[in-house]
């Protein structure tokens, strides 16, 4: 079978590989629709501290079971699934407080274990003994469930930014993740979403796709006056960065309303993690800021509901479909923000 590889920063290669087969606790599946993103993007560039190459990439992961191993009950061949990205041990302090996202010995597919750019792959028992494999809904496809695993991560920031009825929310950043959280806030309620980015082609794509109340191009606006000017003077109820920018984050702080929250759901670049805010307009406005750290089993399965619901439709955000032998050329739209969602087809 074809699978797509790590071996280096720089090299990835699509190269042949011996099919898997399911062992005590896992399940095989044929992979339907394997998605990318700007962490694809980022480990083709400098890799990751936790994949030991050759690995198997791919992470957002939908497709279809076609061996079941020894022990494993509840699932057969043919039943349609998505498979969780970010593994926790579901044993530790944290998850048994059921914090599953600050897990501190969270595994991942395709950083520990061979992900989603195959033909074929199994599911490891972890990902089984946590609940981390979910039917995917009638109605949903395959491309549309392999968007799950982003969007319960923007579910998970959502909820510890506590977004709700009224709110009027900014979301920094126009990609996907971005464009997944102004979907996400107007089904929870949100009164006016502004978008921001500095690529004015991706806003503009965007803001074609997801209709937020204002589109700000910060690479010709002073973007804080804007929000300022956008809200009566208020500032923004919620502020989300999903963007890996130090400036984004020290902007967010500075344009949220009284009692605002802030998410940081991006990282920063690991040699770039130290930014610059105003402590009293944290202490006098009284802001919250939180982080995000992906996504629980429990985000995954809520994330599906969202979208066969259709409360957060996700079809019309996948740009590109490319097969598994183009995976380059994917990570390369998604890097130069060509794209909302790509999406590879083994
Ligand atoms: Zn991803
Ligand atoms: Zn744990």
Redesign the pocket.
């Known amino acids: 079978m074809k699978v797509a590889r790590f071996h280096a920063p720089g090299d990835i290669r699509v190269e042949d590989a011996p099919e898997p087969t399911a062992r005590t606790g896992e399940v095989k599946i044929r992979v339907r629709n394997c998605s990318t993103c700007g962490t694809d993007a980022k480990i083709y560039k400098f890799g990751h501290h936790h994949i030991r190459p050759p690995r198997v990439m791919g992470h957002e992961i939908a497709g279809e079971i076609v061996e079941v191993g020894d022990e494993v009950t509840g699932w057969q061949a043919g039943d349609r699934v998505q498979v969780i990205a970010a593994i926790?041990?579901?044993?530790?302090?944290?998850?048994?407080r059921g914090r599953?996202t600050v897990?501190?010995?969270?595994e991942s597919m395709g950083y520990h274990f061979e992900g989603g750019f195959a033909e074929f792959m199994t599911v490891p028992a972890k990902v089984l003994a946590v609940d981390g494999l979910n039917r995917i809904p009638d109605g949903v496809g395959f491309a549309e469930a392999s968007v799950a695993e982003p969007l319960a991560c923007v579910l998970n920031g959502q909820e510890l930014a506590r977004v709700g009825e009224g709110d009027d929310v900014v979301i920094m950043g126009s990609g996907p993740i971005g464009c997944l959280h102004v979907r996400l806030a107007r089904s929870r309620g949100a009164a006016r979403v502004f978008l921001v980015d500095l690529n004015a082609g991706r806003l503009a794509m965007a803001a074609g796709l997801v209709h937020p109340d204002a589109s700000i191009r910060g690479d010709e606006t002073d973007v804080v006056d804007e929000v300022l000017k956008l809200t009566e003077g208020r500032g923004a109820d919620v502020v989300i960065t999903a963007a890996a920018s130090g400036a984004a984050q020290e902007q967010a702080i500075q344009m949220a309303a009284r009692q605002g929250r802030i998410s940081f759901f991006g990282g920063l670049p690991k040699d770039a993690p130290i930014i610059s805010a105003d402590a009293n307009l944290v202490h006098y406005r009284e802001l919250t800021i939180v982080g995000a750290n992906g996504s629980s089993p429990q985000h995954n399965k809520q994330a599906l509901r969202l979208i066969a619901e259709g409360a957060v439709p996700v079809s019309d955000l996948i740009t590109h479909r490319l097969p598994l032998d183009q995976v380059l050329d994917g990570i390369g739209i998604v890097s130069r923000g060509e794209a909302i969602k790509v999406t590879v087809e083994p």
């Open positions: 926790p041990c579901g044993r530790c302090e944290e998850c048994r599953m897990c501190p010995n969270q």
